[in-house]
């Protein structure tokens, strides 16, 4: 079944992937765009909304693709109107408004689903089976770019608040699905240089992530390293794939057709945030 589905943002991610795939279809039509520049949304080619219940009026889900302050404060009234959300990670800029969207995607009972593209991959989801079958005790992951020295990502939220709140949330969310859930962490560095977290699993796992977004020159891609008792299984970024985005919308068709939940909902974003809040507040 085809949903059809509104489009908030009008940025250089909402250019590159969201406004293409949503409309490349088969599982989603691309209905409409609500932008605070209309003029950007005007390329993507749809009828472009100024106010946003009218975007609303005209879709049964929302896909966001704004800074984390505002997807926090539209999707409340997203949720309120009804309306299943696709939602960009971090969830909100802050745990407060992680908890008022959450909070409100859970009263309304409507879908959610979070762009966490490293988990639609089809070769992370071998990556996990793999690991789940060497008895895992612990893990290393990486993410080191240069993305906030310049160039369509080095956005004000990203200069202000620095790797931990933009990539923090894909490589805790891995080492979290690989080891066991997060039940603690401790964090070292600087936010807008290099940033060290250690985390504990439920399952008494020891993991570590490295985070920067401000390294020049060239840089690996990212990667997650996992040990156990029985070996070792690797991934890093280069190895996703083309087809995270095409499995990512045909999910979140099938959970919004047929009611209920995704294991990557609101709930789940809600869980990383009190992670990232947790570590922030020991770097502060």
């Known amino acids: 079944m085809t949903i059809s589905v509104g489009l908030v943002g009008a940025g250089p991610w909402a250019e590159m992937v969201h406004a293409p795939m949503l409309a490349a ?7 409409g765009v609500w932008a605070r520049r209309p003029e950007a949304a005007a390329r993507f080619g749809v009828p ?8 609303f009026d005209n879709c049964e889900a ?3 693709s704004v800074p984390p302050a505002v997807q926090a404060e539209l999707g409340v009234l997203a949720a309120k109107a009804g309306k299943a959300l696709l939602l960009e990670k971090p969830l909100a800029a802050d745990l407060d408004g992680a908890r008022r969207l959450a909070d409100a995607v859970g009263e309304a009972g409507v879908a959610s689903q979070m762009v966490l593209t490293w988990r639609y991959s089809a070769a992370t989801r071998s990556f996990l089976a793999r690991v789940s079958a060497i008895e895992p005790f612990g893990g290393y992951a990486a993410n080191i770019s240069g993305a906030m020295l310049g160039g369509d990502f080095a956005t004000p939220w990203r200069l202000e608040r620095g790797a931990i709140l933009d990539v923090g949330p894909h490589m805790i969310d891995m080492l979290d699905a690989a080891l066991g859930r997060v039940t603690g962490v401790r964090a070292h560095g600087n936010p807008l240089g290099w940033v060290g977290l250690l985390l504990e699993h439920e399952t008494g796992a020891v993991s570590e992530a490295s985070l920067c977004m401000s390294a020049p020159g060239e840089t690996p891609p990212s990667n997650v390293d996992i040990y156990g008792r029985l070996g070792r299984e690797s991934i890093n970024g280069e190895q996703l794939g083309p087809d995270v985005f095409a499995v990512m919308l045909s999910e979140f068709a099938e959970t919004v057709s047929r009611g209920g939940g995704h294991p990557l909902d609101a709930a789940h974003g809600l869980r990383l945030q009190e992670i990232i809040a947790a570590a922030e507040r020991q770097l502060s």
């Open 25 to 31: 279809g088969p599982d989603t039509r691309l209905v």
């Open 48 to 55: 472009v909304f100024e106010r946003l219940e009218e975007l």
């Open 62 to 64: 929302v896909a966001f």
